[in-house]
């Protein structure tokens, strides 16, 4: 079910290794995504997950092994540059700012300033071009809000995972990464999420998404990498596998064929 097979890799890795002192949290990682796919991260409890999302995102440096974003290898010094490049993750916590509205949230560490330069020089923010651009993107999204000036405190579970995804891809993500993005949700709010990934990854955005929730990953996903104990040991299609042969690799009971 690749909804945007465009034949273009996103991100590929090759044997990638990480290690904490004596810890090989990551010890031969290898997979790619292509644009337009959803692709789930699988693993138990320390099989490495965080570990290559902390590499993917910029915040930890591997010391093996070597990854290519579009085709091009990169070295992520920090999570400045993974976004610069088109990679932008969305972490359970969100990064949200509770107190603030939509619009500011959205453009949290990107605010647009103030077109008059003597404003623009004290820092002066264009909060109704950001009010505007907000609206615009949630639309995009399909995703509607109660009210634009609400504060983000007082939004449902799903409508600020939306806000999120919205964010991530707001930057021309080629590649938006996301850890247990339904996790905290209930069943509607996650069918909405699923919707809004479907939505992203039919505009040619590369999806990686860790998940717990193997019905989740079986209905939103097009294919599966497992991680087990550092290493990538099975990289499946969802559509040839049953919910237990997963949760037979992950926990090392089932060897990929
Ligand atoms: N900063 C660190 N220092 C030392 N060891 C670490 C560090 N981060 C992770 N590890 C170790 O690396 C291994 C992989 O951890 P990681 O958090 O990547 O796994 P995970 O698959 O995300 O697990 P979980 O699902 O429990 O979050 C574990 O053994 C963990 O203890």
């Known amino acids: 079910m690749v909804r945007n097979a465009l034949g273009q890799v996103a991100l590929e890795i090759r044997h990638l290794g990480k290690s904490f002192g004596a810890v090989q949290a990551l010890k031969d990682v290898s997979f790619s995504i ?3 796919e959803v692709v789930a991260l699988l693993g138990d409890n320390g099989a490495g997950k965080t570990t290559l999302v902390r590499c993917l995102a910029g915040i930890h440096q591997p010391d093996r092994g070597d ?3 579009n085709g091009q290898p990169v070295q992520l010094d920090n999570p400045q540059q993974a976004r610069a490049l088109g990679i932008e993750t969305v972490f359970q916590d969100l990064a949200m700012v509770p107190e603030f509205d939509i619009a500011a949230n959205l453009y ?3 605010e647009i300033l103030s077109k008059n330069p003597l404003l ?7 909060k109704a071009a950001m009010a505007r651009q907000a609206r615009k993107s949630l639309h995009r999204l399909n995703s509607r809000m109660p009210d634009f000036s609400a504060r983000v405190q007082s ?5 600020r995972q939306a806000i999120a995804i919205a964010r991530a891809v707001n930057w021309g993500a080629d590649l938006v990464i996301m850890d247990e993005p339904t996790a905290a949700l209930g069943v509607e709010q996650s069918a909405q999420v699923n919707e809004l990934i ?3 990854s039919s505009q040619g955005v590369a999806v990686l998404l860790i998940s717990h929730n193997m019905q989740h990953v079986l209905e939103t996903c097009d294919r599966a990498v497992v991680l087990y104990q550092g290493c990538s040991v099975a990289d499946v299609a969802l559509g ?7 949760v037979a690799l992950i926990t090392g009971a089932a060897k990929a064929a």
């Open 34 to 36: 292509q644009k337009g």
């Open 198 to 200: 479907r939505l992203i």
């Open 240 to 246: 040839d596998v049953t919910k237990e042969h997963l």
């Open 155 to 159: 939004l449902s579970g799903g409508q």
């Open 67 to 69: 990854m290519l974003f």
């Open 108 to 110: 949290l560490n990107r």
């Open 120 to 126: 623009r020089a004290i820092g002066w923010l264009d």
